[in-house]
């Protein structure tokens, strides 16, 4: 094999930017105890669960999405007295100096409702869910997101059947409409199923794959659920109550009991730069390889001196302006190439 170079031009080099998507379906039955709770991770700090598609412990088990609660400092919601309260207030800080970032004095902002960050109403008391990178790749593709949850359960009962109040949220028209005064990209706001008419109860925040619900949504719930190995069974009149009066694992297992299922379009970014090697009529027709020529003969003529000469296109390389090999690209057959045709080779390098 041997080697014939030319640069390339600014005219012979395209970049272009493709998103592909994939549905995400993730059902309730899955998060809310599909496998006798093994698929759940606690912590000893007590401060996220993680909560795994199989048993956590299964080699094949893939991380799904972590559930966490709190409450801002200041908020009506605070009291030392509460359980955890100030592991709930760093949670919220955490996740809003990420989210929604500072203001001109320094301080953490609170998630704004409407996401106007000049006034309006606040979200003081949130529930959080960060979902996998796995699962979110680059982002979560806009006016994709529906997450279905139970809002009541009248008689306290954990039976399936006993869950009333089907609320779907998404984040309805969020294509156009999306936000992008976040640290972390943009977002969209999650609206009731009556759509973007309806009422306001979180965001969604694209690129950083996390959800975000104003506690509020809950307020008539009455989450009632046993976790053998974290908790008894907790009855309180709503998800509310618990930010106050129960543990942060306790908020995250009474969002997975309300939990329903959750669609989504995630999205991969693929970028790419096209090379147009081009081979005109007049170059790469001969080689520099030694069996090339024969007693000064080009053995390819076939001892016929009128014959164009000929050579055969099997690799193209891509190098830098130092002359180092960045990529090599494998034709599938020997091209034929003579002073008679012209080939154009169009090399694609994605990241």
């Given at each position: 094999?041997?080697?014939?170079?030319?640069?390339?031009?600014?005219?012979?080099?395209?970049?272009?930017?493709?998103?592909?998507?994939?549905?995400?379906?993730?059902?309730?039955?899955?998060?809310?105890?599909?496998?006798?709770?093994?698929?759940?991770?606690?912590?000893?700090?007590?401060?996220?669960?993680?909560?795994?598609?199989?048993?956590?412990?299964?080699?094949?088990?893939?991380?799904?999405?972590?559930?966490?609660?709190?409450?801002?400092?200041?908020?009506?919601?605070?009291?030392?007295?509460?359980?955890?309260?100030?592991?709930?207030?760093?949670?919220?800080?955490?996740?809003?100096?990420?989210?929604?970032?500072?203001?001109?004095?320094?301080?953490?902002?609170?998630?704004?409702?409407?996401?106007?960050?000049?006034?309006?109403?606040?979200?003081?008391?949130?529930?959080?869910?960060?979902?996998?990178?796995?699962?979110?790749?680059?982002?979560?593709?806009?006016?994709?997101?529906?997450?279905?949850?139970?809002?009541?359960?009248?008689?306290?009962?954990?039976?399936?059947?006993?869950?009333?109040?089907?609320?779907?949220?998404?984040?309805?028209?969020?294509?156009?409409?999306?936000?992008?005064?976040?640290?972390?990209?943009?977002?969209?706001?999650?609206?009731?199923?009556?759509?973007?008419?309806?009422?306001?109860?979180?965001?969604?925040?694209?690129?950083?794959?996390?959800?975000?619900?104003?506690?509020?949504?809950?307020?008539?719930?009455?989450?009632?659920?046993?976790?053998?190995?974290?908790?008894?069974?907790?009855?309180?009149?709503?998800?509310?109550?618990?930010?106050?009066?129960?543990?942060?694992?306790?908020?995250?297992?009474?969002?997975?009991?309300?939990?329903?299922?959750?669609?989504?379009?995630?999205?991969?970014?693929?970028?790419?730069?096209?090379?147009?090697?081009?081979?005109?009529?007049?170059e790469f027709n001969y080689s520099a390889n030694p069996t090339y020529l024969s007693a000064s003969e080009i053995i390819v003529k076939g001892?016929?001196?009128?014959?164009?000469?000929?050579?055969?296109?099997?690799?193209?390389?891509?190098?830098?302006?130092?002359?180092?090999?960045?990529?090599?690209?494998?034709?599938?057959?020997?091209?034929?190439?003579?002073?008679?045709?012209?080939?154009?080779?169009?090399?694609?390098?994605?990241?």
């Amino acid at each position: 094999m041997a080697n014939s170079f030319k640069t390339l031009l600014p005219e012979d080099v395209a970049s272009t930017r493709t998103l592909l998507h994939e549905a995400i379906p993730i059902t309730g039955t899955i998060v809310s105890g599909t496998y006798d709770e093994e698929n759940i991770k606690y912590f000893a700090h007590g401060m996220y669960e993680a909560v795994y598609d199989y048993p956590f412990l299964s080699s094949s088990a893939n991380h799904i999405f972590d559930l966490t609660a709190g409450y801002a400092s200041g908020s009506e919601f605070q009291d030392s007295a509460n359980v955890q309260d100030q592991k709930k207030i760093n949670i919220y800080n955490q996740m809003a100096q990420v989210l929604v970032g500072y203001d001109v004095s320094g301080a953490i902002q609170q998630f704004d409702l409407d996401g106007n960050l000049g006034g309006g109403d606040k979200m003081d008391s949130c529930l959080f869910i960060n979902f996998a990178r796995l699962l979110a790749k680059d982002e979560v593709k806009k006016d994709s997101f529906r997450l279905a949850m139970f809002t009541t359960t009248p008689d306290g009962s954990d039976a399936a059947a006993d869950r009333t109040g089907l609320e779907t949220i998404g984040d309805y028209g969020a294509q156009t409409e999306y936000l992008t005064n976040s640290p972390a990209g943009e977002y969209g706001l999650l609206y009731t199923s009556s759509g973007p008419a309806g009422d306001v109860v979180g965001h969604i925040y694209y690129q950083a794959g996390v959800v975000v619900l104003t506690s509020s949504i809950f307020e008539g719930a009455t989450p009632t659920m046993t976790t053998a190995s974290v908790m008894s069974t907790i009855t309180t009149s709503s998800v509310e109550d618990l930010l106050k009066s129960g543990t942060i694992d306790e908020c995250a297992n009474a969002v997975r009991y309300a939990y329903d299922d959750v669609d989504y379009n995630n999205t991969t970014e693929l970028n790419s730069t096209i090379y147009f090697c081009r081979a005109n009529n007049t170059e790469f027709n001969y080689s520099a390889n030694p069996t090339y020529l024969s007693a000064s003969e080009i053995i390819v003529k076939g001892n016929n001196p009128l014959a164009d000469p000929v050579s055969y296109i099997t690799t193209v390389g891509l190098y830098s302006p130092d002359n180092e090999l960045l990529a090599v690209a494998k034709l599938s057959e020997p091209l034929k190439k003579s002073p008679s045709n012209e080939i154009t080779l169009r090399v694609r390098l994605d990241y």
